[in-house]
């Protein structure tokens, strides 16, 4: 296999781990950004003992479900895979678009 193959079949499989993470990784850090900044604005509206239950959300409390102690490191383990692979994309894109302008 060719140096261009190999590298042809990393970019592939980076982009396939890439759109497989974001797909999981979509409603939780949706629902982590958003519960977050709803939080916020009621904390600053001086209003937080009344949407308590939303901090719940966004540490990861869901009713009778308790991810309380694993879902900060889901998140924040899935963000950093994305990180990961996205600048590896992105390096290779330029990498490539470089040696085609030469």
């Known amino acids: 296999m060719t140096a261009t193959k190999q590298n042809a079949q990393y970019f592939k499989s980076i982009r396939h781990l890439h759109r497989l993470i974001a797909t999981i990784m979509m409603l939780p850090l949706l629902l982590t950004a958003i519960t977050g900044t709803v939080y916020q604005i009621f904390d600053l509206a001086g ?4 949407f308590k239950w939303i901090l719940g959300w966004h540490k990861g409390h869901f ?3 308790n991810l309380d ?3 900060p490191f889901f998140n924040a ?13 992105w ?7 470089k040696k085609q302008s030469t």
Do not use: A, H, P
Request: some cysteine; aromatic content about 6%; glycine content about 10%.
């Open 77 to 89: 383990i899935g963000l950093c895979v994305l990180l990961f692979t996205g600048i590896s994309m």
């Open 47 to 50: 209003k937080e003992d009344n």
């Open 91 to 97: 390096l290779n894109l330029r990498r490539t678009s």
């Open 69 to 71: 102690m694993i879902y």
């Open 63 to 65: 009713g009778s479900v």
